[in-house]
């Protein structure tokens, strides 16, 4: 027993949230003294995996040390000839996306792409309430019919059995580019370009979490190349491929794909041409955002890609790529007046559905998996507010807006790490539970016969309760560093920095800092709780928790922390609002020092 609770920092076993407290890759208690910025970065970078011979490589990461031969993937090289034969014959050639951020920046990339190589593409997005989810039989056939000799869809197909079926009986070529999970049987195509390809070697197969917008970007690295051997650029510029990197990070990032080994070059690379504005839409949306200094990661997840995302939720699920493509400024910025604007309407949309959900979840404290429904939801907002109750209650969620036209719902999930949610829904739909459904383990989404609610939802708690549990079981608050108060200071967060672009898969630094007292404890905006704690070392800095109030985390520091010493725990961040910077924490977790 004694040596379990050496194991834990600082003795915290279950903290204010129910986590163990654990160092991510060893201690690294600085109160009493402090290391190098250089030492910092580098146990950062070991404690995400990176070798310790390979911390340059991992320092600055870049596409020559991190892309691969993009032939390694199956259908590749087919895919690149069959593009390069249509632009050589100047071919109608579509883009059939989705209407999510992933889906915009993807087929933005690929008609920016193929217009420096003489060829106008068209683009198809799907409307999210009238055709739902990933292409149609219907409107691939209606493409053909309209001159289209080939479509290249992207982030969507992998599962389109039917639709992609109805395409080649009709005649038209159709390339998927895809990255979501892939059945043994594969649709019919002329090429599939899915690293998640369950017939994919090793070396391909370890790229399985690139966005699709990724796996775009190597389609056109392979274009680019075929090309080059049929002597296409003997009298014409090579397009340099690496400006297109800002629409790469940007759909890497909102679609919350994994920031390691080749996503982590992405952002990297993708945030400096971002920093250029070269690209007319994006520096509208930069302008839209107000936005006036170099991105940072954050952006792209929380001010970019919301307002991408918001075309496809409530509004025209074509402004995103209208935006990433248009060549008119004045057009550009006409569109990011109308995304900023929808995504204010979103906002509104959201809490309204998020407040009826959440008064579901009082009679489902037992399951494992919340599957909350309601008629009148709006079918773009639920896979937000699935995130947010999954936040809130920390199991995988379900949210599904039912439609008492059709008899059916469409469902949005999120998961937590070690429960495999997309993999669930894909054997519901197997075993006959769903119309449709599919996903990847942290995303799904479904269609459902409203009348089979009940069912599904007893299928799915069934399935899944013991893999919950164990992730439960397993609850832990890793942490990076330990400082006193006046340690929280901006030179080491500008230090904590280096070791970026974080985000899944290579997570921002947990920083501890105390013991402290609570010198101010109060509710900020709506529901966010705001503290000022000082040190014994005499020194004082402000956290804020946010959306904590009704947590028990957020009800104990309001109410139950009256002279009592704590540790917090969180994101170290820099507060630039006044005369100079300050260190601020972002809180996560806190527990009881004494």
């Known amino acids: 027993m004694a040596s379990q609770a050496l194991s834990h920092v600082y003795g915290v076993s279950r903290s204010l949230t129910g986590r163990a407290w654990r160092w991510r890759g060893g201690n690294m208690d600085l109160s009493a003294g402090a290391a190098s910025g250089r030492d910092i970065v580098d146990r950062l970078m070991m404690a995400r995996g990176a070798p310790v011979d390979d911390l340059e490589r991992h320092r600055n990461p870049t596409l020559r040390n991190f892309l691969p031969d993009p032939s390694i993937f199956r259908d590749m090289e087919t895919a ?16 059939y996306g989705d209407y999510d951020v992933d889906g915009a920046t993807s087929s933005a990339l690929l ?77 019919k195509t002329v090429a599939l370009v899915n690293p998640n390809r369950l017939d994919e070697a090793d070396d391909a197969a370890s790229h399985g979490h690139l966005a699709a917008v990724g796996v775009a970007f190597l389609l056109g690295v392979a274009l680019v190349r075929t090309l080059r051997q049929r002597s296409f650029f003997a009298d014409r510029a090579e397009p340099n491929v690496l400006s297109l990197l800002d629409l790469v990070a940007l759909g890497t990032v909102a679609d919350v794909a994994a920031l390691h080994g080749l996503n982590r070059a992405f952002v990297a690379q993708g945030l400096k041409v971002m920093a250029k504005r070269e690209n007319i839409g994006m520096a509208a949306l930069f302008d839209a955002s107000r936005l006036k200094r170099a991105p940072v990661c954050s952006d792209l997840g929380f001010a970019l890609g919301p307002r991408i995302n918001a075309g496809g939720r409530v509004g025209e699920s074509t402004l995103g790529v209208r935006l990433l493509t248009t060549q008119c400024v004045e057009e550009a910025r006409e569109i990011a007046a109308q995304l900023s604007a929808l995504n204010d309407e979103r906002r509104a949309v959201e809490a309204a559905v998020q407040e009826e959900a959440e008064a579901q979840l009082a009679g489902q404290h037992n399951r494992a998996v919340h599957v909350l429904a309601g008629r009148g939801w709006h079918p773009g907002v639920i896979g937000i507010v699935a995130g947010r109750i999954k936040e809130k209650t920390g199991k995988p969620s379900l949210v599904i807006a039912l439609d008492d036209e059709s008899g059916q719902g469409k469902g949005s999930g999120r998961s937590i790490s070690g429960v495999d949610l997309g993999a669930a829904i894909i054997q519901a739909k197997d075993e006959g ?16 016969d409203a009348a089979r609610l009940d069912e599904f939802a007893e299928w799915i708690d069934s399935l899944l309760q013991g893999r919950v549990a164990h992730a439960f079981a397993d609850r832990e608050m890793l942490l990076d560093i330990a400082v006193a108060p006046g340690g929280l200071v901006p030179d080491l967060v500008q230090s904590l920095e280096q070791g970026g672009p974080y985000g899944v898969g290579w997570p921002g630094p947990r920083v501890a800092v105390g013991p402290v ?10 529901d966010h709780v705001r503290v000022i704690a000082a040190g014994d070392d005499g020194r004082s800095f402000k956290g804020i928790a946010f959306r904590a109030a009704d947590s028990d985390m957020g009800q104990a520091l309001l109410h139950g922390s009256s002279g009592r010493r704590l540790w917090l725990a969180g994101r170290a961040k820099i507060d630039d609002w006044g005369d100079r910077p300050q260190a601020e924490l972002h809180l996560e977790d806190a527990a009881w020092a004494d």
Do not use: F
């Open 80 to 95: 690149a000839d069959r593009l390069a034969q249509a632009v050589l014959a100047q071919e109608k050639v579509t883009i």
């Open 111 to 187: 008609i920016r792409l193929l217009r420096e190589l003489g060829l106008e593409a068209d683009y198809y997005i799907p409307d999210r309430l009238l055709e739902g989810y990933g292409p149609s039989g219907e409107a691939l056939v209606r493409l053909g019919n309209q001159g289209s000799s080939l479509v290249v869809t992207v982030d969507c197909g992998a599962m389109a059995h039917d639709a992609l079926a109805m395409a080649h009986d009709a005649g038209v070529d159709v390339i998927v580019v895809d990255h979501h999970k892939c059945s043994a049987e594969l649709p």
């Open 433 to 448: 539970l769903l119309v449709a459904g599919g996903g990847h383990a942290m995303a799904a989404g479904l269609t459902i």
């Open 517 to 526: 007292r609570l010198v101010k404890c109060d509710i900020v905006g709506s």
